[in-house]
């Protein structure tokens, strides 16, 4: 998709966001919007389903309410997005910036913590095909992984494994 009809779409959901004339609700389900610049830009309940927004600037934008499950959103920048109440269910959010975005309420993804002397929240979510995923500081990875990481930095002892592991088992029951 190319930048003038991505800037199209989004006049018209600005339009329909306003409820003024001649508006649309933005529907990108199963776009490719790979390397996008949307950074800032309003998709407030826009329909992203199954988009490509792997690589995207997404910094700053407003995606609160948007449906983007089985969206791919790996390696995008989301810092300082609003993601509240977003359907992020199956997204891929693999090696993606979350930091500073706003993901209370966010469907399909859970934080926790805080973990570590540094006091991190963590972030888990079920990809695709209903595995668990973990970004944990710097850290992306499935719950082996996790685990093992933390275990060599905290010792067998420590309760990090125990929150991380009741976090992913919520997440399964949800879905």
Request: hydrophobic content about 35%.
């Amino acid at each position: 998709m190319n930048t003038s009809e991505i800037k199209k779409i989004l006049d018209l959901h600005i339009k329909w966001l306003r409820s003024e004339d001649g508006g649309s609700r933005a529907d990108l389900r199963g776009a490719d919007l790979s390397r996008a610049d949307l950074s800032r830009a309003d998709l407030s309940r826009a329909d992203l389903s199954g988009a490509n927004l792997s690589g995207a600037n997404l910094s700053r934008a407003d995606l609160s309410g948007a449906d983007l499950s089985r969206a791919d959103l790996s390696g995008a920048n989301l810092s300082g997005a609003n993601l509240s109440r977003a359907d992020l269910s199956g997204a891929n959010l693999s090696g993606a910036n979350l930091s500073g975005a706003d993901l209370s309420r966010a469907d399909g993804i859970m934080s926790f913590g805080p973990i570590g002397e540094t006091k991190r929240i963590g972030y888990a979510w079920l990809d695709k095909d209903g595995k668990a995923v973990i970004m944990l500081g710097c850290h992306v990875g499935n719950l082996k992984d996790t685990v093992g990481a933390i275990r060599s930095k905290y010792g067998l002892k420590s309760n990090y494994e125990n929150v991380i592991k009741a976090c992913v088992k919520s997440l399964e029951e949800q879905k």
